[in-house]
């Protein structure tokens, strides 16, 4: 069985709002809120896929035990990977977080992503 869906659609019915913080990342500034929608979830827990947004902000990531692959969808965000220059992603931009990646994200306007977060 395969789940098909438009990841914009996704924000046109309520999401699950929660202030940004542990264990996915650490706010380095105000509080950031955050809406999501998780439509896929594997057997294991090992996979989940859906499509987050958040408000601008500065947050610290530190994927350890799981990596994230993003599409921006809107906004756009500056990522520094420590010891590495940043880098710009905007609207139609797509990036991986491989396990091991430690970094900062500052949105600079309102991002929604669609994601993959995936476990080793």
Known sequence: MSITFQPT???????DASPLGPPLAEV????IPTRIAIPFTSEDSRILSGVWE??????????LERGEAIHVLEGRMVVTRD?????TLEAGTAAIFPIGWQGTWEIQERIRKFFVIFAA
């Open 83 to 87: 010891g590495e220059e940043p880098i």
């Open 28 to 31: 380095l500034g105000d509080e």
């Open 9 to 15: 659609e996704l924000f046109a019915g309520d999401l």
């Open 54 to 63: 958040a408000d601008p902000g500065l947050s610290r990531w530190e994927f």
